[in-house]
């Protein structure tokens, strides 16, 4: 099935790799080892690639994994006062490259984070198992792209999974041939859900350490610094949405190896493990497409293309939006793209496209009112092209290229989840029209779409040998340091409306950890710090860093700029560049996306 949560991020990834920037790196170049050894790569990154074993619970099991890790090194040196030790990221996915997503992402972060003259950080990142540059790998396809998007074809041809039971009893048996030409390649995927990850987090803390203190040793004779040594032993981490189940696994099966846990974008992660899953997440998507409706008819047609001077109000744009959609699901409209390729674009197409349009507002606003302003009256040449960078058909004319694979492989993202999350093999197609039914009544703009991403785990055939279902608690945070204790409390960010990730998952989360403390910023999008800018959010995020120091419960933070504004500083406005084009090709995201939930 499709990648879902990261699709905001794909067309970026797919367009880093693009523009130049990044010089492309042979991972088989390094050579796999132990001990961390790190390797020149990426214009200013190291990288290297660290063996651990394939399977943590069995020390009689040889097999190894080897985990690609790249990191943008500190402003100032190891041994500088203000260094302040390696952070590390996660962009979400599940199934996301932390590896691509750090090359975009690091120098923007590291800005964000540091406090210039007083703290330093270096970031890291990695792909996490069966993911990118790690192995084993989840490539089911074998880098085959003609292969994978013949399929994905078919898919798209069986339409949404809201179209009823015809719909979901093909997708059933797509998703059990999937499954099976998986299992066919031996058992590797049962090894890739989120506890290995999170003892493999464990291992990287420690080997860096080690690195670190041989390297020290080296510089300083042996003696290693009191500031250092505080952190030794202790993660300092930044999760963006799965990253913020990933975080929430480690605080609760290595709480005294916390050491700063920052989690923006917050996934319900009882949810995600139990019960069906992921039917919390939509909680506020169709409000922020009624604030789109409603900021685009305020802005009016100078800055909103759907938006018309004899509007009384936002339903004039809203209801001409929602009679387009009822009539492209009575009859699809069919188009001939100006290379001669045939798209058949749907009700259910819109509804997706507009629904991660939604992760980014200040990005995409503009542009989307355009694109679908131009689509409504007949010219589809900007909404096939968007389409296509969001991932959400096929890349028609790349499709023998396997440097246009999807970001994140559905089968990367399906080995995480379905391992971490409750059984549904032999649930019957009448239990998955139920379960369908349930999230389109919690968004009708995204809920068939959102329903794939557990369809995908209803043949799933690895029973994964570490699991963990909980309790997802933290002891009360300790700054002395104790054994078994965070060496501070954890701090949550979320958006005030938030497509994937609702305020509410966050405010659940933040209750299951002690003197935890929770920031709501008055934006939309998904993650706060890279959907909008806000001065507050990161001087909170900053001290927090350095003091390990939180605001007592729930804090809100302004924002400098919305989505309409002329003007959003730091931010890319799409609008400079959109009028009249695609989705904004060249401008990045402000200076990371964090992918997904
Ligand atoms: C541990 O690994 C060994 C060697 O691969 C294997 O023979 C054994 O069955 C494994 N034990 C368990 C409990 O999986
Ligand atoms: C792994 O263990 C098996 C026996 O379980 C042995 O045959 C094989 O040589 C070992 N491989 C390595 C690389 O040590
Ligand atoms: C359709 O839109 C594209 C850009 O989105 C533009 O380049 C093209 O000229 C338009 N075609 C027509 C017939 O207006
Ligand atoms: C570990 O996973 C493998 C492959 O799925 C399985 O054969 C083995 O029995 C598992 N071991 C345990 C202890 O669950
Ligand atoms: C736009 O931003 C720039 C740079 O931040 C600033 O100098 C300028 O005054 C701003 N313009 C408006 C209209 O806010």
């Known amino acids: 099935m499709r990648p879902t949560f990261i699709l905001a991020a794909l067309s970026f990834a797919f367009l880093a790799a693009a523009d130049g920037s990044t010089a492309q790196l042979d991972w088989n170049t390094i050579t796999p080892s132990r001990v961390l050894q790190y390797h020149e790569c990426y214009d200013g990154f190291k990288c290297a690639r660290l063996e651990v074993p394939l399977d943590w619970a069995n020390g009689s099991d040889n097999r190894t994994a080897v985990i690609a890790i790249a990191k943008l090194p500190a402003v100032v040196s190891d041994d500088d006062p203000t260094f302040g030790g390696s952070i590390f990221t996660n962009p979400g996915g599940p199934g996301g490259s932390g590896i691509s997503y750090i090359q975009r992402a690091a120098r923007n972060m590291q800005n964000f984070l540091d406090k210039p003259g007083r703290r330093h950080y270096e970031l890291v990142s990695w792909d996490p198992r069966g993911i990118g540059h790690t192995t084993p790998s989840s490539d089911c396809f074998h880098s085959n792209t003609v292969s994978r998007n013949a399929w994905l074809l078919e898919e798209r041809g069986n339409g949404g999974l809201e179209k009823g039971i015809d719909a979901i009893k093909h997708g059933l048996s797509m998703t059990k041939a999937l499954s099976q030409h998986c299992k066919d390649q031996g058992d590797a995927m049962a090894y890739v859900n989120t506890p290995s990850v999170a003892r493999d987090m464990v291992h990287m803390v420690d080997k860096i350490d080690e690195l670190r203190q041989k390297e020290s040793t080296i510089k300083v004779h042996g003696e290693l610094k009191k500031r250092t040594k505080d952190v030794v032993g202790r993660l300092q981490y930044i999760g963006f ?37 992921w039917l919390s997440s939509l909680d506020d998507t169709d409000e922020i497409l009624e604030q789109f409706w409603q900021g685009c008819h305020e802005a009016g047609p100078s800055v909103c293309a759907l938006a018309s001077a004899s509007d009384a109000s936002a339903s004039g744009p809203k209801g001409r939006f929602w009679s387009w959609v009822a009539q492209l699901d009575d009859n699809p409209l069919p188009v001939v793209t100006s290379k001669g390729f045939m798209v058949i674009v749907t009700g259910n197409d819109i509804r997706k496209f507009v629904g991660v349009a939604l992760y980014d507002p200040i990005l995409f606003f503009k542009p989307l009112a355009n694109t679908l302003h131009q689509a409504m009256a007949g010219n589809t040449t900007s909404l096939i092209t968007s389409m296509m960078s969001f991932d959400l058909i096929p890349d028609l004319d790349n499709v023998c290229s396997a440097k246009h694979n999807p970001t994140i492989l559905p089968e990367a993202r399906s080995a995480v989840l379905c391992g971490d999350g409750d059984d549904l093999t032999h649930k019957d197609a009448a239990w998955w029209h139920k379960y369908v039914q349930q999230l389109m009544g919690k968004s009708q703009l995204f809920g068939s779409y959102w329903s794939i991403i557990r369809f995908s785990c209803s043949s799933w055939p690895f029973l994964p040998n570490l699991s963990f279902k909980g309790p997802f608690k933290s002891p009360i945070a300790v700054p002395s340091l104790a054994a078994g204790h965070p060496a501070a409390p954890l701090l949550f960010l979320s958006n005030r409306l938030d497509p994937v990730t609702p305020l509410k998952s966050a405010r659940a989360m933040a209750s299951n950890h002690p003197g935890a403390a929770l920031v709501v910023q008055e934006s939309m999008g998904h993650c706060t710090i890279s959907t909008a800018p806000s001065q507050c959010t990161k001087k909170i995020v900053a001290d927090y860093l350095e003091h390990g120091t939180v605001p007592s419960g729930e804090t809100v933070c302004g924002t400098q700029c919305g989505p309409w504004d002329e003007n959003c500083s730091g931010y890319p406005t799409a609008s400079s560049k959109s009028t009249g084009e695609p989705f904004p090709e060249g401008s990045f995201p402000s200076w990371m996306f964090p992918l997904g939930v």
């Open 241 to 277: 949405s799965y990253g913020t189940v990933l975080g929430n696994y480690f605080a609760a099966l290595y709480p005294g190896r916390v050491g700063r846990m920052v989690l923006d974008g917050v996934v319900n992660v009882d949810d995600y493990a139990h019960g069906p899953g």
